[in-house]
Each structure stands twice: as C-alpha cells, then as structure tokens.
C-alpha cells in the first residue's frame, strides 16, 4: 500500500539577506495548519561543534517524523542544509558531508510533500541594503558581508541543484526575491500548490 502525504514539509534556505525571515512568515500565516520553526544552528565552530550538530539534527528529523500524516505543514527557517553550507565555504573547523548526506537521505523519505526552497537575489548590488542589520545579534561565523553572502548564494543554489538531481521527490524551487513582495508570495503560493 503506498503512503500519500496529507502535510507539507516547506525548507527555506538562502543567504543572509535574501528574505528568509519575510517570506517564511509570509508562508506560515498564509498556508493553513502550519508552525514555523526558525533555526539557527550550533554556535560551536570547532570540531566539537560537529556532534552537537548531529544530534541535534538528527533529533530533528525524528520530531518531523513524528508529524507524519498528521495534516498539519511544517515550514523551516533554516536546516541543516545552512550546517553544510557553512562548512562548505570553511566557516566552520569540520567537515559535515557525511552526516549532511545521511540526514539529507532521511530527509528524503519522509512521508509528507516536500518542497526545497532556496531565496536569492540576482542583483547582487541588492545585498549591500539588506544586509545592514544594526542592533541584531550575529553569530561570529554568519558575519557576511556582500561578497561573502554572494558566495553563500551561489552555493545554495549549487546545493539545490545537487538535491534536485538526486532526490526526484523533493520539489526544490528557487525564487527570485529582488522583485515586488507580492509577485513572490503569488510565485510561492503558485510553486507550493496553496
């Protein structure tokens, strides 16, 4: 008997000032029966940094697996997808390829509808005004200004297509958000089916 998912599972990742925050916001309040969850990580850059990771994500998926068939969606500001990312461009003293491939495969299998999300911006010059975030506290490791955040996007968008290419289920979407507010929010209601 084949399992049909009757709940949205909706990961947003993107660089820092793509829109994240607003647009996860946008989906919660919008997508009926949803919770938000907005993560940030481990702040522990060192190698020890890389167990606190893993369980915490691995508890994680557990909790989602739990919501399975519940009619209820999850959106996430945020996953461990960031952890990879993060690594990838050496913010962080360990590798997380092996743990982000196995949670990634876990990921995969749940039993809901699951949509990618990645946010980015194609005028790069965009990034200089949203990053000014003057009385927001920031982890040392995510302090990216405007070249460091292009290189976050582009491997975002590198990641998305790797998902994309190996996970036929996992719908992955990337939105443009350097346009009117509300061309993306009727872009994501379009994408996401709502």
Do not use: H
């Not at 829109?19 to 949803?34: E, F, N």
């Not at 739990?66 to 960031?82: A, G, Q, W, Y």
């Not at 949509?115 to 990053?131: A, G, H, M, S, V």
């Amino acid at each position: 008997m084949i399992k049909m998912a009757n709940s949205k599972l909706i990961v947003v990742e993107g660089a820092q000032g793509a829109g994240k925050t607003t647009y996860t916001d946008y989906i919660r309040y919008s997508l009926s029966y949803t919770n938000l969850y907005r993560l940030c990580g481990t702040a522990d850059s060192s190698i020890t940094g890389l167990q606190k990771a893993k369980s915490m994500y691995e508890t994680l998926l557990d909790y989602i697996k739990n919501l399975e068939n519940k009619s209820i969606n999850l959106v996430f500001d945020r996953t461990f997808f960031t952890e990879e990312v993060y690594c990838r461009l050496g913010k962080k003293a360990y590798s997380f390829t092996e743990v982000y491939q196995d949670l990634l495969e876990k990921f995969s299998n749940l039993d809901f509808d699951i949509y990618y999300i990645t946010l980015y911006l194609e005028d790069k010059n965009e990034f200089k005004q949203r990053l000014n975030r003057s009385g927001k506290a920031i982890f040392e490791a995510s302090k990216f200004g405007v070249e460091n955040s292009i290189a976050q996007q582009k491997e975002y968008l590198k990641m998305a297509e790797e998902i994309k290419n190996k996970y036929p289920n996992i719908k992955v979407i990337n939105i443009k958000t350097d346009k009117a507010k509300e061309e993306v929010e009727k872009e994501i209601r379009e994408k996401i089916g709502y």
